[in-house]
């Protein structure tokens, strides 16, 4: 193992401090944001294939799921504002290279797939709404994606896109304007059920994989991470202990807060499928057209348009953020200049990634790719490769010489360990449905 100094903590950011009272931080946080990305295009079409194929049946997988995640999410965070470094920051520094190495290719694949499979739902349902081809909106979205995220900044970038993204709200709309049956819906959220068949442990796994996303930890300990480097107030923790109590707090409220909205959200669009499609018999989604049909009961004939800016709205906001975590992994563990306060001229590099992914994203869908399906089995690759890199960060959080005093506490750590062995036990369990036959 290898292991280097910490370089000095600070960096100018560039653009100017803004006022402690305005920051975007303090309304719309790292785990927020994190949370808004969860439910992207991959999350609505996994949702809703989960909610029209098994009815009521998996509503348990999202109380199961929201102390698991938030768990490693608060760790994510927490190994960003602790180090001032992002995980493949503390990988390089504190692990072989071959382990650096094998977590960011793991990464960087999932994290382009997911962008071709977030950029072609966009266009379709685009596409479906105007009645024009969807391959000019695919460019169009790829470019502005990129582009602004190069020549914007990331925070005023999403004070814009997290309007588009309260068309989710739709979905909890549409259940009090449909005939749910509320007694199946609870026993469905309290009663586990579990078919051990290959189709319902892909699902599982789906879902799973779509809510505890790769991408995301990533992300939350870049974002952490930068914020330090940019204000000139802040440290990190291991060498400011004092900053520690209130921080962690914030981390807490931050992540707890943005993973409650991202569940209550895609729960809500589970039951929304079951009440409306699976309760009709449409129970394998093949199309945007079919998934719109969800809201039909609230939308009427416009249930495509609100369908369609749903999948916009999370999608500008999710692709940025895909490609955005897979540039903070790979320029931290090449030691590159990055972040998204960076002018682009000071971290070429960094963005030329950036923009790389998402090209490379939307060629991906070229090959005539199901945008649905594709979306689907986006969130089975994510479960797969949650699992080691939930593995590296667990071990990474207990470790003095990376947390300093602020190794995590032994409730969070066994949440963390008990989120891990979730994502594994599904994955295996989806292997051996699939391998025998079931």
């Given at each position: 193992?290898?292991?280097?100094?910490?370089?000095?903590?600070?960096q100018n950011s560039r653009?100017?401090?803004?006022?402690?009272?305005?920051?975007?931080?303090?309304?719309?946080?790292?785990?927020?944001?994190?949370?808004?990305?969860?439910?992207?295009?991959?999350?609505?079409?996994?949702?809703?294939?989960?909610?029209?194929?098994?009815?009521?049946?998996?509503?348990?997988?999202?109380?199961?799921?929201?102390?698991?995640?938030?768990?490693?999410?608060?760790?994510?965070?927490?190994?960003?504002?602790t180090t001032g470094h992002?995980?493949?920051?503390?990988?390089?520094?504190?692990?072989?290279?071959?382990?650096?190495?094998?977590?960011?290719?793991?990464?960087?694949?999932?994290?382009?797939?997911?962008?071709?499979?977030?950029?072609?739902?966009?266009?379709?349902?685009?596409?479906?709404?105007?009645?024009?081809?969807?391959?000019?909106?695919?460019?169009?979205?790829?470019?502005?994606?990129?582009?602004?995220?190069?020549?914007?900044?990331?925070?005023?970038?999403?004070?814009?896109?997290?309007?588009?993204?309260?068309?989710?709200?739709?979905?909890?709309?549409?259940?009090?304007?449909?005939?749910?049956?509320?007694?199946?819906?609870?026993?469905?959220?309290?009663?586990?059920?579990?078919?051990?068949?290959?189709?319902?442990?892909?699902?599982?796994?789906?879902?799973?994989?779509?809510?505890?996303?790769?991408?995301?930890?990533?992300?939350?300990?870049?974002?952490?991470?930068?914020?330090?480097?940019?204000?000139?107030?802040?440290?990190?923790?291991?060498?400011?202990?004092?900053?520690?109590?209130?921080?962690?707090?914030?981390?807490?409220?931050d992540t707890l807060g943005?993973?409650?909205?991202?569940?209550?959200?895609?729960?809500?669009?589970?039951?929304?499928?079951?009440?409306?499609?699976?309760?009709?018999?449409?129970?394998?989604?093949?199309?945007?057209?079919?998934?719109?049909?969800?809201?039909?009961?609230?939308?009427?004939?416009?249930?495509?348009?609100?369908?369609?800016?749903?999948?916009?709205?999370?999608?500008?906001?999710?692709?940025?953020?895909?490609?955005?975590?897979?540039?903070?992994?790979?320029?931290?563990?090449?030691?590159?200049?990055?972040?998204?306060?960076?002018?682009?001229?000071?971290?070429?590099?960094?963005?030329?990634?950036?923009?790389?992914?998402?090209?490379?994203?939307?060629?991906?869908?070229?090959?005539?790719?199901?945008?649905?399906?594709?979306?689907?089995?986006?969130?089975?690759?994510?479960?797969?490769?949650?699992?080691?890199?939930?593995?590296?960060?667990?071990?990474?959080?207990?470790?003095?010489?990376?947390?300093?005093?602020?190794?995590?506490?032994?409730?969070?750590?066994?949440?963390?360990?008990?989120?891990?062995?979730?994502?594994?036990?599904?994955?295996?369990?989806?292997?051996?449905?699939?391998?025998?036959?079931?």
């Open positions: 193992m290898s292991q280097k100094a910490d370089p000095p903590p600070k653009l100017p401090e803004a006022p402690p009272k305005t920051r975007l931080r303090d309304l719309l946080g790292p785990g927020l944001i994190a949370g808004a990305s969860d439910d992207d295009p991959s999350g609505i079409a996994t949702y809703s294939q989960a909610g029209a194929q098994f009815g009521y049946g998996l509503g348990w997988t999202m109380v199961f799921t929201y102390p698991l995640m938030s768990a490693v999410q608060m760790v994510s965070a927490r190994i960003g504002r992002g995980i493949a920051g503390n990988l390089r520094r504190y692990y072989p290279a071959w382990l650096t190495i094998s977590v960011v290719f793991l990464l960087l694949v999932a994290n382009t797939i997911n962008i071709g499979a977030d950029l072609g739902a966009m266009a379709d349902a685009t596409a479906l709404v105007t009645g024009l081809p969807a391959w000019p909106f695919l460019i169009a979205f790829t470019l502005f994606c990129a582009a602004s995220e190069v020549e914007m900044r990331y925070a005023s970038y999403v004070r814009v896109l997290k309007w588009l993204t309260l068309a989710l709200l739709a979905y909890v709309a549409t259940l009090f304007l449909v005939h749910v049956s509320w007694a199946k819906a609870l026993r469905g959220l309290i009663m586990p059920q579990v078919r051990l068949d290959a189709a319902a442990l892909t699902m599982i796994v789906a879902i799973f994989g779509t809510t505890i996303s790769p991408y995301l930890f990533f992300w939350q300990a870049s974002e952490e991470a930068e914020d330090v480097h940019n204000h000139h107030d802040r440290h990190p923790l291991r060498h400011a202990p004092a900053e520690g109590q209130s921080e962690l707090k914030r981390i807490e409220f943005g993973m409650a909205a991202s569940n209550l959200v895609a729960l809500a669009i589970i039951l929304t499928a079951a009440a409306t499609l699976n309760a009709n018999g449409l129970t394998n989604i093949e199309t945007s057209a079919q998934a719109a049909e969800a809201l039909k009961p609230v939308a009427g004939a416009s249930a495509s348009t609100v369908f369609a800016v749903g999948i916009i709205g999370t999608g500008l906001l999710a692709v940025p953020v895909l490609a955005g975590s897979a540039a903070y992994a790979v320029g931290e563990a090449l030691h590159w200049p990055v972040g998204l306060d960076r002018r682009p001229r000071r971290a070429k590099a960094f963005y030329g990634t950036i923009v790389a992914a998402a090209v490379i994203g939307a060629l991906m869908n070229f090959v005539h790719l199901n945008p649905i399906k594709a979306l689907f089995w986006t969130a089975v690759i994510n479960g797969v490769v949650a699992v080691p890199v939930m593995a590296v960060m667990m071990l990474m959080t207990t470790r003095q010489e990376i947390m300093g005093r602020f190794t995590i506490s032994p409730a969070l750590q066994a949440l963390g360990w008990g989120a891990t062995a979730a994502m594994a036990a599904a994955v295996l369990a989806m292997g051996w449905g699939i391998v025998s036959g079931g």
